[in-house]
């Protein structure tokens, strides 16, 4: 159980900040960039369920607890410690469910036969602007990976959930009448 009973503590005001193990790095340490990304995902789902409803605002909700857990899963390294071994992790049945709504979703859409601008609805929009900063996240957590102990499965959710809110930003546009399509070269002349 979470208790935040303050929220300010000024333990932060000379530039450090502490991981769930409770040691202190600096706040543009690769692990917090790599959280605090996720973060801001998790921000931008918020926006983007502004304008979502029924099944994707559900699915949506799901994602964003997930990126809660994500955040848990980065903020303690997986080195093998009692704290670590305790920790909240990613999963494969999160990746799993990604994948099948996903699928889900992907079976009601027509295929690409170009590539997609970002746009159309609201929530489209907002959900493209999602995708972009998960796959910033991926690219600090594989960086992340590369010298600390990350959670297996992180690297998987991260990968998927940026499939995900491109598939949920097409789902979203079929009340509009689909994708906004990008026509190559269009305005050359």
Partial sequence: MVVLNRIYTRTGDNGDTALGTGKRVAKFDPRIEAYG??????ACVGVARLHAQGELDAMLARV???????????????????????ALRITQ???????REI???NEKLLPLRSFVLPGGSAAAAHLHVARTVC?????????LAEHEAVGSAAV??????????????RFANLERGGD?????GANRS
Avoid at 64 to 71: A, E, I, M, V
Avoid at 136 to 143: F, G, Q, Y
Wanted: with cysteine; charged share 30%; glycine share 2%.
């Fill in 135 to 143: 796959r910033r996240a991926e690219r600090l957590i594989v960086k």
């Fill in 93 to 99: 049945a999160q990746v799993d469910r990604l994948e």
């Fill in 156 to 169: 998987r959710y991260a990968n998927r959930l940026s499939d995900f809110f491109f598939v949920a930003s």
């Fill in 103 to 105: 699928d889900a979703m």
């Fill in 37 to 42: 990304t996720v973060d801001e995902t998790n």
């Fill in 180 to 184: 906004v399509l990008w026509i190559p």
């Fill in 64 to 86: 964003q607890n997930d990126l809660f857990d994500l955040g848990a899963d980065l903020c303690i390294p997986d080195d093998g410690s009692e704290i670590a071994a305790k």
